[in-house]
């Protein structure tokens, strides 16, 4: 650190328990009192300097005072400044360094020490220094800066313009690319560098370039400053053009440093001090005004850290103000978040629920509304995302899977009411899932822990679901799961057959065109061996077999597939024939399904028995139990929680 070395003289001063002397070998004509401090001084060295002093003494010499005590309480710095001054007045050797400048420029300013009072007085010395040796140092700039923040200085180095100073030469500094000229590598205790940005070794260039500084460089040193210095240092730096990237990592970074409950891992930044953690209250004030700073942008800082910032708000007790813009920055990128993220704790006094649902749902609404004011995500066909596999993963896309996986997390609270579960799920529209087996094993995790739901209610929470949306593994859980309503599962089956249908259709249409293609493949053999390609026609010859090979043995396997669901329905109607009484033949299970689903189908899909369901309660009676004969310990696909 800098400093100017003042005075000649040796150092006469003494302190005795709450008192300051000055051996000088004359006795003491004034006494000044300065907090809880006493200075035993002499008259002619202090207004000799000082406009105050000189006016102070002479009102006590009118008043007839021989003591001469005067009380200077209100002196910015204190008693430890006042030392300083006196020393300075005395000619006796000390320093000035970017610690104690402030102090000293705001002293000498109170005292009227002006060059009226005496040649190369305080003002002029501590002005020379800031302007000189401060201000062109980037440490040294932000130790004064630091020294602003005493409540008992800081109106009077506003009033000096030092904040303001000291503030625009930091982010000027800041502002500059540190590997242009090295100059914050110096104030970092680094190599000296020539102006060409090389380093120099006692003066003489070495050649050899330093290295590179990243943007965040200077994020812990600002950090030490209080938070109205820091967010006014902050500003000006917005101010001269820094990234809004690089100002909200310093938010972060001072942000985490000042917020200890912030990660749940309680992982502090790597090099940052532990230091110990304000009141609640001054957290609670930190996390709002930072709430403020922040830009109201998409990714300018991680969502792990807003839903860090979100978790404090809740403990808390943040306005209501900083929580819904909180909300709304996480339901901006929504798609960034992890289940882990949305697990949050319900802090509110009801704890009515473990987590709190109706944060996660506002967050969900706000993502889905700027979704759509942006033109949302166009729907994906159902028979390219079975096609493809995978669904796409488009931002709505996975907002809605990590909806689902959130609901198969929250179903098991018991507390957890049906009208807030079907709120959270309704939230996410139709398009937004390719497939529903996520809602589904949310659903059934549900209906699992809550067994004493209404069949009405059972029912309404299932239509949340598309059965036609279900893979072929959810559906063949469903039909067998007895928590889902007998409505639901008629549906199930229904539409596992007609995909089954589907597909055999398309395996079918496939083959044939793989057979024209592969006849119009011969016939042009004998051109391409004219062209000197017949090496090439006989593996692409071979690889078409194998495809053939392999889409004939698909199309077997789902033709088996086909009859055994067909015997297992006639089984089903078979049964419920032998025990409908004295009614006649019994209708056919699988032409009333289909006429009460309103689609008909060719004779050829399934046997159909002459006559109808006379009464659905009965039927349905006689399903339960018949299907109750089943397997009931098939593949498990994992969908209950």
Known sequence: MACMKLGSKADAFQKQGQAWFCTTGLPSDIVVEVDDMSFHLHKFP????????????????????????????????????????AKFCYGVKHEITASNVVHLRCAAEYLEMTEEYGEDNLISQTEIFVNQVVLKNWKDSLKALQTCGDENILPHAEELNIVRRCIESLAVKASTDPNLFGWPVIDHGGPMQSPGGSVLWNGISTGARPKNVSSDWWYDDVSSLTLPLYKRLTLAMEARGIKQEIIAGSLEYYTKKYLPGLSRRKSAPVGMVAIEPPSEEDQKILLEEVDRLLPMQKGIVSTKFLFGLLRTALILRASQSCLLNLEKRIGMQLDQATL???????????????????????????????????????????????????PSLTPVTMVAKLVDGYLAEVAPDVNLKLPKFMSLAEAVPEYARPLDDGLYRAIDIYLKSHPWLADADREQLCRLMDCQKLSLEACTHAAQNERLPLRIIVQVLF???LQLRTSIAGCFLVSDNLAD?????????????????????????????????????????????????????????????????????GGSTWGNMSKKFGFKFKSQMCTAQEGSVSKQNNASGKLEKSRGKQQKHKKDLSWEG
């Open 517 to 585: 293609g592969s006849r119009q493949f011969r016939s042009g053999l004998g051109a391409a061996s004219q062209e000197g390609g017949w090496n090439t026609a006989v593996r692409e010859n071979q690889v078409l077999k194998v495809g053939m090979d392999s889409m004939r043995l698909r199309v077997s396997e789902l033709e088996k597939e086909c009859s055994n669901m067909k015997q297992e329905i006639e089984k089903l109607g078979r049964a419920k024939g032998g025990s409908g009484g004295g009614g006649g033949g």
């Open 46 to 85: 202090l207004l000799s300097r000082s406009g105050v002093m000189e006016r102070l003494i002479a009102d006590a010499s009118e008043k007839g005072d021989t003591n001469c005590t005067i009380s200077l309480n209100d002196i910015p710095g204190g008693d430890k400044t006042f030392e300083l001054v």
């Open 495 to 497: 539409f596992e057959q």
């Open 340 to 390: 882990e993220d949305l697990l949050m704790p319900n802090f509110s006094y009801s704890m009515e629920t473990l987590y709190n649902i109706e944060c996660v749902q506002r967050m969900v609404e706000h993502f889905m509304a700027i979704d759509q004011a942006t033109g949302g995500a166009s729907p994906c066909s159902i028979e390219d995302e079975r096609l493809l596999g995978s």
